[in-house]
């Protein structure tokens, strides 16, 4: 379908070059498949023939952000030059348009991406660009306040600083908006683990791997890993959770020794094992047989 509506595109750029909105819809198509650069260089385009679309501002900004998280997480490039392009494309869609609730989440995401890089770093302070991300976030949910993702970012600025409890009850916000927020339980999964809440913490991870898309790889595969969510150690110390948590038994005896046993495999992407362990606790009577089940069929779509 991507390739389709890209080829339409097309067709509409080649009819009228001037197109700003088939160049922004290209770009977005770009986006979606991971291919920042040429979703750039669309916007770039939609932007030279339109400088009053606001829309394009946003996206471009996306772009920039998603491409520095990218790159940045693997290692390739500094991304703190993209996050720097995309403060100042969303600055310009708030000029465009000071009520684009779209555009204050996106850029409260830039300033917590910042932050975060500058850290890493060890170059100066981040918890600024932090508090800066949760002005842009307070002002994304007074213009929208049924904006679940908004409620995600702002929990993240407010983790990046140490405030657990407060990223918590932003998490809460979401999950209460949008109970199938997969990236919402992991999040708080992750605050929780940061204040030594560690039940609560695999709660939540246990919710994220029932929800996310296409089973558990969402969560666990190298590419999910390396471009756009939870680190290898972060996946380990997942498994030390459940260890430290559930006593993790040296050879599983009931219907919850063997769930968790599926749960650790899941986050070894150990397919075989999963499936093998999560069918021994349903037979022994697992009290959530339908959660059981539903890992089962989705285990038919892994990757």
Known sequence: MDDETISELDEAIRFDP???T?????????SEQGEYDRAIADYNEAIRFDPGLAVA??????????????????GEYDSIADYDKAIADLNEALRLNPHYALAYNNRGRAYI???????????????????????DLNEALRLNPHYALAYNN???????????????????????????YAKA??????????????????????NTVR??????????DSNFRNGRGITPAEAGRAIELLNSVIGYPSSPKSASDYYYYGVRALFRNYRHYARRYFEIALKLGYEDQAKIKKHLENLKNRR
């Open 154 to 180: 702002r929990g993240n600025a407010y983790r990046q600083k140490g405030e657990y409890d407060q990223a918590i009850a932003n998490y809460d916000e979401a999950l209460q908006l949008d109970p199938q």
């Open 22 to 30: 088939a160049y922004n819809d290209r770009g977005v198509t770009y």
């Open 211 to 220: 929800l996310c898309p296409n089973y558990e790889t969402e969560f666990v």
């Open 185 to 206: 339980y992991r999040n708080r999964g992750r605050a929780y683990s940061d204040k030594g809440d560690y039940d609560q913490a695999i709660a939540d991870y246990d």
């Open 113 to 135: 991406n910042r932050g975060y890089a500058h850290r890493h770093k060890g170059e100066y302070d981040s918890i600024a660009d932090y508090d800066k991300a949760i002005a």
């Open 57 to 74: 501002y946003i996206n471009r900004g996306e772009a920039y952000i998603n491409r520095g998280y990218a790159h940045g997480h693997k």
């Open 18 to 20: 001037t197109n700003a």
